[in-house]
Every structure is written in C-alpha cells, then in structure tokens.
C-alpha cells in the first residue's frame, strides 16, 4: 500500500456508524447524500427494477425469498441488506454473490475523498458503494432493505418499481415513533408515485396510514394476505412445506422453504405477492424457478441450527414481534422449554421482549456484544427481576454459551437472541469450534 494512503476497511471504521452509536433522528437527511452521490455521477438514477423493502419483521427473509426465486428463474439479481454478519461484504450480492474483495476496496477508494468531504455516514458509504456496484453490473432486479425506517433511510432515493412493507410494530421506538401510526408513516416513506406497493399482513392502526399513502400517491397496490392463499401448512426443523394458490389460478402448488418458523410463510407470502405482479410483465419469472427459489433460500441467524447435539439454534430476533414469533418455534416445534442467551440494544423494547420469550424458557443467561451500542448486563438485570425466571449472567457472549453448555445437564435446547451483533458473535464462536 502506497505512502499514505487510508487502509480502505479503516477508512470505513473511521466513518460515523449509527448501528454502532446513537443518534437523534433528525440526523438522518438525504439532501446531504443526494449531493454526495451526485459527486459521484448520481448512480442511484441508473438504476432500474428496484424492489425496496420496508418493515419492521421479515423484511431480509423477504429479500431474500425475491433474490432466490428471481435468480432461480434465470435472472441476474441484486441485493443490498443490513447488517451483516461476519463480513461487510455480505451486504452487496450480485447474483447470490458477495461483492469481491478488489471491487469493494476499488470503490471505497473511489469514495473516500467525497465521503470526508460531505461527512457520509458508514451505512450512507456502504449504500453508495452498493449503488455503484450494481451501475456497473446491471441486474435484471434489485431488491433493497431499508436499514432503519424508511421516509429518510439511505436506500430511499431511487424510484422503486416495487416498495415493500412488511409486518410493522414496536421497534426503534426512540427515533421513529411510540405508535404504530408514527412508525408506519416513516415506513409509508418509501411508497412514491408509480410504484407497484405491496403490503403484508398489518395492524389497523398502521393500515390505515399506508393505505392513505397510497392513496395520496396513487399507487396500485396489493395486499398479500388478501391476494395469496396459502394451505396445509406444516413445519418443522427441517422447513416449512405447504399449498399455494396464486390469483387467477385454478390449481394449488406445492412449496418447500428450508427457513424454520411459521412466521415465514408470511413472508413467502409477501415474496409471492411481488412476484405475482412482475410476471404479468415479465414472462421469464416461472413457478418451476419460483419454486426452487423458495426451496433454495437461506439467510444466516434467522432460526439458523449450528449444533443438533445439543441443539443449539442462533436468531437475530431484535423486537418483541421477532420475540413472538421464535416463542411460536419453540411451543409449536420444539415442544419444550429451552435455555436462552439474550443480548440486546440500546433503544430496544426488552421488557417486552422478555414478555414473549419467558413463559418458553426454563433458564436465561444475559450477556453483551461487543457493539458499543450493548444494554449493559446490569441494566437487563433489572429488567428481567420483574419477571419469575432463574437468570445467569456472563459479560461475552462466548461466555455465555459456555455457561449454557455447562449448566444443560438435561439435553435442553439452546436459543441465542436478543441482537444480530449477538448472533454475530455466536457464530463467529461456533465457525472456530468446528
């Protein structure tokens, strides 16, 4: 590396990072991006097909399910999703993927100078980096997860063909709203004027005002709970197996999903929703590629299994509809009480949190990442003193699964949540074991 020239993964490090540190949200403004992408030959506007997803729950399984299905139908996809893992690369794929590591570090160094220049954010680089990676690819669809929000969030400046919203509820409430009308009308923010909207099941509360968007922007629209029909539903560790019927279809197909949890069928749902209407135009997205799409799809820390001896299963659950919904997995499938590590967030609903997942466990142990943003062990303590559990606390989360291990005398299931900085260290733990 030359004289001094800016390690490019330092560079990134140096940058102000909100999933690391917490701001007001009145912070977060797109003409100051706008303007740093139009530095840069504004490649967001060469961007075409783009599918940006909103949500509070299952938006990245939903992202995912798309990417899968279109790319299993013989078209070049793009996906942009946060956070990431293990490595930040993760975030860019280009037909299922990583970006590689020259062309990353060929566009930080293409994006340094500006990004000083007009104070970028880390997730506000990496967007960009994004955008200018898929100019240079040109995917048939690009499908883009919202970081936080929506109305003011980073991926919020192209001109979707599709917006995406998924279950909205109870999360961030610091920086977008206490009610669920708040936060949809912050969500709602990605839904513009000759976009095709598609919706998952929703609330009353947050219906209402995307529904008023939508009517404000004039955009068609579909609800997915209303136009897919879904049957003979059965789960297991294994996936998910059950019947579909599309609109204006006369018979059922049969779909396989390796994602564990009910709650995924809402997002095949919604995945098939946006699918059903791109077909009416584009006649290369089939149902055979669809299907083995859907059967094909995986994503890391969403009820991912990295032990079965004992089982020992990794979540990013990160709110309390996440919470409910791995409560589900573990009374429908697991059929037994687990041991759970819990980690979180500042800004986090943990009281509520711990509400859906308690009445499953048989022990917590609390623990912290390493992410500057943790909830200190001691304030989860006083926490969960208001609820009847016996709790363990360690200050790692390596620690953690130590103590899990040690303590599980009887064989009982392990579940790791609370935070994707906590998976994120779980799986790092495990890759090492093994």
């Known amino acids: 590396m030359a004289p001094n020239t800016i390690n490019p993964y330092k560079f990134l490090d140096s940058l102000i990072n909100y999933e690391r540190q917490t701001s007001p949200y009145y912070d977060f403004k797109l003409d100051k991006f706008i303007r740093f992408l139009k530095s840069l030959g504004s490649p967001q506007k060469d961007l075409s097909n783009v599918i940006i997803i909103a949500g509070t729950k299952g938006k990245g399984s939903t992202a995912t399910f798309l990417e899968s299905a279109l790319s299993s139908c013989g078209l070049k996809t793009a996906l942009y999703t946060s956070p990431h893992i293990i490595s930040v690369r993760e975030r860019i794929k280009f037909c299922g993927k990583d970006i590689p590591e020259k062309d990353f570090v060929r566009l930080i160094k293409k994006i340094q100078v500006k990004a000083k220049r007009f104070k970028i954010t880390f997730f506000e680089a990496i967007t960009a980096i ?17 970081g936080l929000g929506g109305r003011l969030d980073a991926t919020n400046v192209t001109k979707p063909l599709v917006a995406v919203i998924t279950r909205i509820g109870y999360d961030h409430t610091n920086i977008l709203g206490k009610t669920l009308g708040k936060i949809a009308y912050e969500k709602a923010g990605i839904i513009h004027p000759g976009s095709y909207v598609v919706l998952s099941a929703q609330r ?21 709970d209303k136009a897919i029909k879904i049957t003979k539903i059965k789960t297991d560790l294994s996936g998910s197996s059950f019947f579909v019927k599309l609109p204006k279809q006369k018979k059922s197909i049969f779909c396989r999903i390796k994602l564990i949890g009910r709650h995924q069928i809402e997002n095949v749902r919604t995945a098939l929703c946006v699918l059903n209407y791109l077909k009416i135009y584009d006649h290369r997205i089939n149902i055979t590629g669809v299907r083995k799409g859907l059967r094909n799809a995986k994503i890391p820390c969403r009820i991912q299994i990295v032990s079965k001896k004992p089982l020992i299963i990794l979540d990013g659950a990160h709110n309390p509809e996440s919470m409910q919904a791995l409560a589900e997995v573990v009374k429908n499938i697991l059929k037994r009480k687990v041991i759970f590590i819990f980690g979180s967030s500042q800004g986090k609903l943990i009281k509520e949190m711990f509400k859906a997942i308690i009445p499953t466990a048989q022990s917590i142990i609390l623990t912290q990442s390493q992410n500057p943003r943790h909830i200190p062990v001691s304030e989860l303590i006083d926490k969960i003193k208001q609820f ?3 709790y363990k606390t ?4 390596s620690s953690a699964i130590k103590e899990a291990m040690q303590q599980n005398t009887d064989n009982r299931p392990i579940i790791i949540t609370g935070s994707f900085y906590v998976a994120s260290e779980a799986q790092q733990f495990f890759q090492k074991q093994y």
Do not use: M, W
Not at 394 to 397: D, N, Q, R
């Open 130 to 146: 994004a955008f200018l990676y898929f100019q240079e690819k040109k995917p048939d669809y690009i499908i883009l997860e919202v």
């Open 204 to 224: 009353p509360s947050a219906l209402k005002v995307l529904l008023k968007k939508i009517r404000e922007t004039r955009c068609q629209y579909g609800q997915a």
């Open 388 to 390: 009847n559990i016996s």
């Open 394 to 397: 360690t200050l790692t989360v």
